[in-house]
């Protein structure tokens, strides 16, 4: 099986959809997508609508959790709550519900999905580094636990003796962000695994970054939000 994992699209239409078709090219048979679907993009219903069509396992990010939830907000930057406010007038009441039902984790085939940690995904806590994720290996007993969340791709392991990826090892593996990447790379991020062939692969996506930007300016959203697309940060 080939699975193709997702996260932090954040409204960024132009890089979901390009992301999209090379899921199709790689062949994948399924579609996970790990939170934070909308927040600081220009197309929120767009890519909410596109999700709920195409994916088959969604887990809820704070982002998402934010348009129904005042808690979540409480830790947003000034940009990120001008965006909500924005975001929020754009969905409709589906899309809401929708949004309201999706579940913060998901396990199956021996894998978990969440979009920030595996203890306590409701807490939003970042997994920045090798070290930290090591740390997190006991609070699941999934071979592999997919995160997004921090929008820095990564393969972590849990042994700290294995270097790079094996089909016999844990690992918390962080797929990267396809649509606000922060790894100094503005190409879009995602993972495909594939558990026949026993390989994983971060691949990175280039799309039409600079439409992207423009209608962040063009929406009224905050310039910067536009700016940091480009620069992958
Ligand atoms: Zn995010």
């Given amino acids: 099986m080939r699975l193709a994992i997702i996260s ?11 992301v999209l078709e090379d899921t199709e090219l790689m062949q994948a048979d399924r579609l996970v997508c790990l939170g934070d679907i909308i927040g600081y993009g220009s197309d929120p219903a767009a890519c909410v ?9 969604c887990v809820l990010g704070n982002h998402d959790a934010a348009v129904f939830s005042v808690p979540e907000r409480a830790f947003f930057n000034p940009n990120a709550r001008a965006a909500l406010s924005w975001t929020m007038a754009q969905l409709s009441e589906g899309d809401i519900a929708y949004l309201q039902g999706l579940p913060y984790r998901v396990s199956t085939d021996n894998l978990l999905f969440v979009h920030s940690a595996p203890r306590a995904p409701e807490q939003w806590d970042y997994v920045f580094s090798g070290m930290e994720a090591r740390l997190y290996g006991r609070y699941f007993h999934e071979r592999i636990c997919f995160i997004g969340h921090s929008h820095v791709p990564g393969i972590y392991p849990i042994d700290p003796g294995v270097r790079g990826y094996s089909h016999s090892q844990r690992y918390v593996i962080n797929v990267g962000s396809v649509g ?24 990175r996506i ?3 970054v600079e439409t992207a930007a423009r209608k962040i300016r063009e929406r009224g959203l ?10 992958g940060e």
């Fill in 49 to 57: 609508a596109l999700l709920r069509e195409r994916a088959d396992i």
């Fill in 222 to 231: 905050p310039t910067r939000l536009a700016e940091r697309l480009k620069l």
């Fill in 206 to 208: 280039e799309y039409d």
């Fill in 8 to 18: 932090d699209i954040h409204a960024n239409l132009e890089a979901l959809e390009r």
């Fill in 180 to 203: 606000q990447p922060r790894d100094g790379n503005w190409r879009s991020s995602y993972g495909l695994l594939d558990t026949v062939a026993g390989s994983y692969e971060n691949r």
